[in-house]
């Protein structure tokens, strides 16, 4: 059985850092290409990041771009995400999810059941 | 803003058939996929390609296409089915994706 298992989330101080964490385990995790997809409370999915299988491409939502850094241990079946210069606005529950190509489009097959994120003074 | 469009809401009665649709450029190129979220849980990924299913979702869901509009179909809605919806998509620089603001469908 496939699972994906976030943890790290919490509170934090605006300005403050964070690393997210995603244990993978029931599939062979080094072949698959990672996202985090996180969602605000109340609102709508978004798109935060991706890596490839191997780690060598990397791309970034444009409101995360210079202060997130995802990365990938295929070793420890584990992708992460580093937060850093949190605002209020990223305060939502963060996901990890598997993403797949389909005849050039995309899709997300796997997702971990969350983790909350809170950016809060 | 989201470069593909979904309406907010959307109500069927239970047991008749509901189309929830997506439009964005993008979708001229590239398939949508479809998302079903339920309150306090994970999205599950329903509809993939040009009209896909993964395996344990019900046959009642299905895809189609047309031009820059991507539509899920629920033929025979349950009450299991109130949840929301999300498509998505490559976005314009087709490097990631990108997703719908979402449809909330209520079951009457």
């Known amino acids: 059985e496939v699972q994906l298992v976030e943890s790290g989330g919490g509170l934090v101080q605006p300005g403050g850092s964070l690393r997210l964490s995603c244990a993978a385990s029931?599939?062979?995790?080094?072949?698959?290409?990672m996202n985090w997809v996180r969602q605000a409370p109340g609102k709508g999915l978004e798109w935060v990041s991706y890596?490839?299988?191997?780690?060598?491409?990397?791309y970034y939502a444009d409101s995360v771009k210079g202060r997130f850094t995802i990365s990938r241990d295929n070793a420890k079946n584990s992708l992460y995400l580093q937060m850093n210069s949190l605002r209020a606005e990223d305060t939502a529950v963060y996901y990890c999810?598997?993403?797949?190509?389909?005849?050039?489009?995309?899709?997300?097959?796997?997702w971990g059941q969350g983790t909350l994120v809170t950016v809060s003074s | 803003s989201s470069e593909l469009t979904q309406d907010p809401a959307v109500s069927v009665a239970l047991g008749q058939t509901v189309r929830i649709t997506c439009q964005g450029d993008?979708?001229?190129?590239?398939?949508a996929s479809w998302y079903q979220q339920k309150p306090g849980q994970a999205p599950v990924l329903v509809i993939y390609?040009?009209?896909n299913r993964p395996s344990g979702i019900p046959d009642r869901f299905s895809g189609s296409s047309s031009g820059n509009t991507a539509s899920l179909t629920i033929t025979g809605a349950q009450a299991e089915d109130e949840a929301d919806y999300y498509c998505?998509?490559?976005?314009?620089?087709?490097?990631?994706?990108?997703f719908g603001g979402g449809t909330k469908l209520t079951v009457l």
């Open positions: 999810a598997s993403s797949a190509d389909y005849y050039g489009s995309v899709l997300f097959d796997y």
């Open positions: 029931g599939f062979t995790f080094s072949s698959y290409e």
């Open positions: 890596i490839s299988s191997s780690g060598s491409t990397i």
């Open positions: 993008s979708l001229r190129s590239y398939y």
């Open positions: 390609g040009k009209n």
């Open positions: 998505n998509s490559r976005d314009s620089s087709g490097n990631h994706g990108v």
